[in-house]
């Protein structure tokens, strides 16, 4: 490569910023992480300002359970490992063992999903609608039946429930990038990334499960 | 940047230790939820647990201690925005007269005997 060249290259995409020194995927991603965490914090607030201002909220654990929640949390937490786990065998040079802990974390995100899906249909059976509070929920709720708390409660758990499916979509499209690397350093970068992603919505789902479960 | 280098830049932590502080505060959590002590006590452990949970993902899990200061402000920029927003949102939540009283039904209830 010319000299010119290379400064051409440079000019493009230089190798190495004092912003980011090791990728501008990273950086990238942090920043849509911070817009997204600005959005979740928005969704909370919203939360606590509609249940400050009525006087008939339930205690959300009346409700909703925390068992079942409390068990997601911990598999959420579990994946979380895997997904360092994957990292690090890659770090070692072990696509193998990387995918296997790659698929290992999709799996723990798809369980999730699923989870919730049995959860919303249970809560939804008992008659917590978008609408309203009905039938045995509103018992549940001893008679504190805001409107808004069923309304709440799904919008928010439903975007991190969205970001949880996206995330698995993201993590098996990241199986097939690895796959199609032999060298384990080529995708590093983009198992970090990945990585990044999935522990924001770990962190999320720590926020909601505390603000929207346990409070 | 070879894969080796990256793993040398950011000193891995020790994960499983980290996995063992989040699992231990969600059951720390779930013991003060129904705790006998009273609830403005419970709501405020709920929230320094849940931040302290956050803090351990992000720092370890999402490498942030080891990243540069960049990284860092970025990550702070939306708790600086979340913090501004609950301000603005208090006068709401302070204004008790707004809120929708159960204390008109509970006082119709008797009248109706």
Same mark, same amino acid.
């Given at each position: ?7 051409? !290259? ?9 912003? $980011?020194?090791? =990728? ?9 992480? %911070? ?9 909370? %607030? ?7 201002? =009525? ?12 068992? +079942? $929640? %409390? ?32 698929? %290992? ?15 919303? =249909?249970? +809560? ?9 509070? !009905? ?8 008679? !504190? ?14 975007? !991190?429930?969205?970001? &949880? $499916? ?27 990334? &990945? ?12 926020? &909601?499960? $505390?603000?929207?479960? +346990?409070? | ?8 830049? #950011? @000193? ?15 059951? /720390? ?9 009273? *609830? ?16 351990? /993902? ?10 540069? @200061? ?27 007269? #707004?809120?929708?009283?159960?204390? @008109? ?6 009248? *109706? @005997?």
């Amino acid at each position: 490569m010319t000299a010119e060249a290379a400064a051409l !290259h440079g000019a493009v995409e230089p190798a190495e910023t004092p912003v $980011t020194p090791e =990728s501008w995927g990273k950086l990238g991603m942090w920043i849509f992480l %911070a817009g997204d965490a600005v959005g979740f914090g928005t969704l909370l %607030a919203a939360y606590g300002a509609m249940r400050a201002t =009525s006087a008939d909220w339930p205690n959300p654990y009346d409700v909703l359970g925390i068992n +079942l $929640t %409390a068990a997601m949390t911990f598999l959420l937490i579990c994946s979380s490992v895997t997904m360092v786990k994957a990292l690090e065998w890659l770090g070692k040079g072990d696509r193998i063992t990387c995918r296997l802990y790659l698929l %290992a974390t999709a799996l723990g995100g798809a369980i999730f999903v699923g989870l919730q899906g049995y959860e919303w =249909s249970k +809560l939804i059976h008992e008659g917590l609608l978008i609408s309203g509070m !009905h039938g045995h929920a509103l018992e549940l709720a001893k008679g !504190h039946g805001a409107a808004l708390f069923g309304a709440s409660f799904f919008i928010v758990t439903g975007f !991190h429930g969205l970001h &949880v $499916t996206g995330g698995v979509i993201y993590l098996l499209s990241i199986i097939r990038y690895v796959t199609n690397r032999p060298d384990p350093a080529a995708s590093y970068n983009a198992v970090e990334i &990945v990585g990044l992603y999935w522990h924001f919505v770990d962190l999320v789902w720590i926020m &909601v499960f $505390t603000f929207m479960y +346990l409070l | 940047m070879t894969a080796a280098t990256a793993a040398a830049g #950011h @000193k891995h932590p020790d994960y499983m230790r980290i996995f063992w502080a989040l699992a231990i505060l969600t059951v /720390v959590e779930l013991a003060v939820v129904f705790a006998p002590i009273p *609830k403005l006590v419970i709501a405020a452990a709920l929230v320094v647990l849940a931040v302290w949970k956050a803090a351990l /993902v992000a720092m370890y899990f999402m490498h942030l201690r080891f990243e540069t @200061k960049t990284l860092g402000w970025i990550a702070v920029t939306p708790l600086a925005i979340a913090t501004l927003l609950v301000f603005l949102l208090l006068p709401d939540g302070l204004a008790v007269d #707004h809120k929708t009283s159960r204390e @008109k039904p509970a006082a119709e209830a008797p009248a *109706k @005997k």
